[in-house]
């Protein structure tokens, strides 16, 4: 047992060497494999943060019931206790035009506009909440608010939130799509740095097998090269992402301050970060495999 784990030391030690020996294009292996992985880790920060904003949306779909102009006092009371009665309805709340118009006149920019107003052009309306268990109720309940009487317009207002889903669910298509693509290219670039390894080190692999090395012996180096060169381009990729997601967020908190917003996106977690470095070390260790099997057992002592 130490002598196995005395040889995996000196494997490694040889590999730190090699490294060492040829900075340059250790650097270079690492930014060709972060620039890879950084495509997809950039889209999945991205949808990450797109779906913490999600989660901050109403849970329950709403309805919005604008009231027609001439609606009196007793056609809202009467509206009010329909809604009420309506199944699948959980909640009610009138929203009076001149609560309306002080919210808009609340909005980031929009005291100025509301001041030039002479008549307050919004209407009286009231949201209903509904149970959002109930699939195909929001369609439903839209075209029966639709008949009930002084009712101007019905706006789902779920049906954004339907669509910033859809538009979530195919991102993160695009992204394990573009990942498994850009992972065959961090194998493919693995597995031609290690080819070129073994050929280079051909009279040496050569000159160990006479001797006694087993292939074991003699690939062990290889797998810690290809590991740790992966893993050394999943860094180069979380430090691409995390500089990207720095400059973004400056012209981010210009643009939030317009808005009264405060907006940012946020960086990996420690356990994402960890999970990158393994991934990325993991497809490493398969390009040196595929290599090693394919190349290495072709050299035998002459």
């Known amino acids: 047992m130490r002598a196995w784990l005395r040889h995996h030391a000196l494997s490694f030690a040889q590999t730190m060497r ?6 340059f294009v250790s650097l270079l292996n690492a930014l060709v494999i972060g620039v890879a992985l950084a495509l997809p880790l950039g889209g999945y920060v991205l949808l990450a943060n797109l779906q913490q904003f999600a989660r901050g949306l109403a849970a329950d779909p709403q309805i919005s019931v604008f009231l027609a102009p001439e609606a009196s006092k007793s056609d809202i009371a009467e509206l009010d206790r329909r809604l009420r009665g309506t199944p699948g309805v959980t909640r009610v709340q009138f929203v009076g035009r001149e609560q309306a118009l002080a919210g808009l006149k609340r909005s980031p920019g929009m005291a100025e506009v ?12 009231f949201v209903a909440t509904l149970n959002a268990s109930e699939p195909g109720l929001v369609a439903r309940l839209e075209q029966e608010i639709k008949a009930f009487p002084k009712v101007a317009h019905v706006q789902a207002d779920s049906a954004w939130v339907q669509r ?3 538009l979530l669910r195919f991102g993160r298509t695009a992204v394990v799509l573009m990942a498994t693509l850009l992972s065959f290219a961090l194998v493919a670039v693995t597995f031609n740095t290690i080819r070129l390894q073994i050929l280079t080190q051909r ?5 160990s097998k006479l001797i006694g090395a087993t292939n074991a012996y003699i690939r062990r180096p290889f797998f810690y090269l290809g590991a740790l060169q992966g893993m050394f381009g999943g860094l180069a990729a979380c430090g691409i992402v995390a ?11 210009g643009l939030g301050s317009l808005y009264g917003a405060d907006t940012k996106l946020e960086l990996l977690g420690l356990m994402d970060g960890l999970a990158v470095l393994a991934l990325a070390a993991a497809l490493g260790w398969l390009g040196t495999f595929l290599s090693v099997s394919k190349h290495l057992y072709k050299i035998e002592p002459r």
């Open 114 to 125: 509301v001041e030039t107003l002479r008549d307050n052009p919004l209407p009286d309306a």
């Open 203 to 207: 009279d040496e692999i050569e000159v």
């Open 18 to 23: 090699r490294f060492a020996a040829n900075p």
């Open 243 to 253: 500089l990207s997601v720095f400059v973004l967020n400056r012209d981010l908190a």
């Open 164 to 166: 910033v889903s859809s």
